[in-house]
């Protein structure tokens, strides 16, 4: 049975996540900073086969022990400060954690799962606020990053240093760019929640108003539950690079046995010869 680690278990993409991967046949395993998680208890009635298990994305040797205990083929990196605004006035705990924290949860990885040949697979949770001062719409995979928050900022190193120790180790590590995508599990604080809340709450005399910041602000919202199952779909990719090399040798010996089966096989077959095998 496979096994799943998953950093940010408590939020919205961590319990959509645990569902997903439960569905799937998979142990899944929560990190969870401290004891004191509010929303823990809550997160365990409705899904209690989450193991969950102590960690802390600013300790390294937390992240050691925590893999040494679950021993995961995948593991998802969730966990972040998630607030833009936030950011700013916690510049630095943000880069601590949601930029610094990926490092510290690769290390982690290398170091159970070893330099070479690494069997464990790893997802880092990228964030559209990377492009910030966008250079083209829609961005795409290519377009440069240029991002105006710390937040944004520190997504940036994260998924840098993934490509780093993805090209430096081998590591089956991939990013997924993520926009505004929305659940019943979002939290109260996201606007989405907010505004949902306060509706209802209005229409029950409960609460008389809503506050809220700019109204022209525009998102391309999707659905979590979407955007997990592609998480744990690029997690089943057999190859990341998509470089293709060969030597000329073999390019020569494809050429000519293309063009020797091509004298000898019906034309509905040549879709599946040599030539069209190379990569």
Same mark, same amino acid.
């Given at each position: ?33 401290? &004891? ?34 679950? &021993? ?43 330099? &070479? ?118 997690? &089943? ?41 190379w990569c």
């Amino acid at each position: 049975m496979p096994r799943a680690f998953i950093t940010g278990i408590t939020g919205q993409d961590g319990q959509h996540l645990a569902q997903f991967l439960h569905g799937k046949g998979y142990d899944v395993y929560g990190m969870v900073k401290g &004891q004191s998680n509010p929303r823990v208890a809550a997160v365990l009635e409705e899904m209690p086969f989450i193991e969950m298990i102590p960690g802390d994305l600013a300790d390294l040797p937390s992240l050691v022990a925590a893999l040494e205990v679950s &021993q995961p083929d995948e593991v998802y990196n969730l966990g972040a400060i998630s607030f833009v605004a936030l950011s700013f006035n916690q510049a630095e705990l943000t880069a601590n954690i949601t930029g610094l924290g990926v490092l510290r949860m690769l290390e982690a990885i290398r170091m159970i799962g070893g330099s &070479q040949n690494n069997p464990i697979r790893f997802y880092q949770a990228s964030s559209s606020e990377m492009f910030g001062k966008v250079r083209e719409t829609p961005q795409n995979e290519r377009t440069p990053f240029h991002p105006r928050s710390p937040y944004g900022c520190a997504k940036v190193f994260g998924h840098d240093i993934v490509v780093n120790y993805r090209e430096s180790y081998g590591l089956h590590a991939s990013s997924g760019i993520l926009f505004n995508h929305e659940g019943p599990k979002r939290g109260i604080e996201f606007v989405t929640r907010k505004v949902t809340n306060a509706v209802a709450r209005i229409k029950l005399g409960l609460q008389h108003e809503l506050v809220l910041g700019n109204l022209d602000s525009k998102r391309d919202w999707g659905y979590a539950g979407d955007y997990v199952k592609a998480m744990w779909m690029m997690l &089943q990719q057999v190859n990341l690079t998509r470089s293709c090399t060969k030597p000329i040798r073999i390019f020569l010996l494809v050429a000519v046995l293309n063009f020797v089966l091509s004298r000898l096989i019906p034309a509905q077959l040549a879709a599946a010869s040599p030539m069209n095998l190379w990569c």
